[in-house]
C-alpha cells in the first residue's frame, strides 16, 4: 500500500506562483511513474504533468512553460511549481503514482485546492 498526500495549495492573483508537493510512503518500491491531475467543478479530472522513474518530465500544452514537474526518488517526493497562474487553473490537484507493468496499480492523493482569482 501507498499513500501520497500533498501540500501547498491555496488563493493566489492570476499571475502568481505557488508550489504543490507530494510525499509518498509506504511501499514505493513499485512506483514507475509519478505526477499531478486537477479537476474543476463540472470537469473532467485531467493529467496536469508526470514524471517518470528516471526524471523525465512530461506536461500538458496548457500549462507548458509555465507549469515544472520535478521528483527526488530519494526522499518519495514529487513537486509542480506553477508560474503565471491563469483563472483556468483553478481545480483540485491531486497526486498520483502507477506502478510498473503488469499492475498499472494507480494511487491517489485527497487533493488540495488551487483558486486563481483575477
Known amino acids: 500500500q501507498v499513500l501520497l498526500v500533498e501540500s501547498g495549495g491555496g488563493l493566489v492573483q492570476a499571475g502568481g506562483s505557488l508550489r504543490l508537493s507530494c510525499v509518498a510512503s509506504?511501499?514505493?518500491?513499485?512506483?514507475?511513474?509519478m505526477g499531478w491531475y486537477r479537476q474543476a467543478p463540472g470537469k473532467p479530472r485531467e493529467l496536469v504533468a508526470i514524471?517518470?522513474?528516471?526524471?523525465?518530465?512530461t506536461v500538458t500544452d496548457s500549462v507548458k512553460g509555465r507549469f515544472t514537474i520535478s521528483r527526488d526518488n530519494t526522499k518519495n517526493t514529487v513537486s509542480l511549481q506553477m508560474n503565471s497562474l491563469k483563472l483556468e487553473d483553478t481545480a483540485v490537484y491531486y497526486c498520483?503514482?502507477?506502478?510498473?507493468?503488469?499492475?498499472?496499480?494507480?494511487?491517489w492523493g485527497q487533493g488540495t485546492q488551487v483558486t486563481v482569482s483575477s
Open positions: 514524471v517518470d522513474s528516471g526524471g523525465k518530465p
Open positions: 498520483n503514482g502507477q506502478e510498473y507493468l503488469p499492475s498499472l496499480r494507480m494511487y
Open positions: 509506504g511501499s514505493t518500491f513499485n512506483i514507475n511513474t
